[in-house]
T-cell receptor, first 114, second 115 residues
Framework: AQSVTQLDSHVSVSEGTPVLLRCNYSSSYSPSLFWYVQHPNKGLQLLLKYTSAATLVKGINGFEAEFKKSETSFHLTKPSAHMSDAAEYFCVVSGLSGNTPLVFGKGTRLSVIA | DGGITQSPKYLFRKEGQNVTLSCEQNLNHDAMYWYRQDPGQGLRLIYYSQIVNDFQKGDIAEGYSVSREKKESFPLTVTSAQKNPTAFYLC??????????????FGSGTRLTVV
């Protein structure tokens, strides 16, 4: 079965410093992977996705993620944090087929300190 | 603009009452999903539907019911059998053609509170 583990429940960074949110996945095949962002009391918005093309994926708002098959990781990074980046972030892996629901990590709350 | 609309944004329920949360999409997506979100627990799947008049239970279906009479609509009823219904509920949809390459589109959520 597919699963995803977000290694930190909470990350705190200072404004202007780099962001690293860690995600490891488990899958019996080559999966699709996604990162979503959720601001308080809002729905989830797609940040970026990996679908077996380039392993370095660029998303919105300056975020990017690198798919590393040997490490089964898909960490999310941003060179310089902004106050507006404070939110909950979810790492997501595709199911066995398109008919199977996506599998969500438990989320990482990012705090940005001025 | 295409998207998913959830209503109401806030909902209050008395003990013992059933309530229905609305989810409508105009994206022509095949599949629709309901998730429950509690602090620190991520998203948990309640029900999903991939075709009209058919749906499947997710991980926490007890105390909930759904219907899919139209492709655009997937309402969720929280019944009195749901012992702890206070939560944030999210509806999502996805096109099943090429689905492995697509994520979900989410609505803005409904916050349900038992009073």
């Amino acid at each position: 079965a597919q699963s995803v583990t977000q290694l930190d429940s909470h990350v705190s960074v200072s404004e202007g410093t780099p962001v690293l949110l860690r995600c490891n996945y488990s899958s019996s095949y080559s999966p699709s992977l996604f990162w979503y962002v959720q601001h308080p009391n809002k729905g989830l918005q797609l940040l970026l996705k990996y679908t077996s093309a380039a392993t370095l994926v660029k998303g919105i708002n300056g975020f990017e993620a690198e798919f590393k098959k040997s490490e089964t990781s898909f960490h999310l990074t941003k060179p310089s944090a902004h106050m507006s980046d404070a939110a909950e972030y979810f790492c997501v892996v595709s199911g066995l087929s398109g008919n199977t629901p996506l599998v969500f990590g438990k989320g990482t709350r990012l705090s940005v300190i001025a | 603009d295409g998207g998913i609309t959830q209503s109401p944004k806030y909902l209050f329920r008395k003990e013992g009452q059933n309530v229905t949360l609305s989810c409508e999409q105009n994206l022509n997506h095949d599949a629709m999903y309901w998730y429950r979100q509690d602090p620190g627990q991520g998203l948990r799947l309640i029900y999903y539907s991939q075709i009209v008049n058919d749906f499947q239970k997710g991980d926490i279906a007890e105390g909930y019911s759904v219907s899919r009479e139209k492709k655009e609509s997937f309402p969720l009823t929280v019944t009195s059998a749901q012992k702890n219904p206070t939560a944030f509920y999210l509806c999502a949809s996805r096109n099943l053609q090429g689905a492995l390459h697509y994520g979900y589109t989410f609505g803005s959520g409904t916050r349900l509170t038992v009073v």
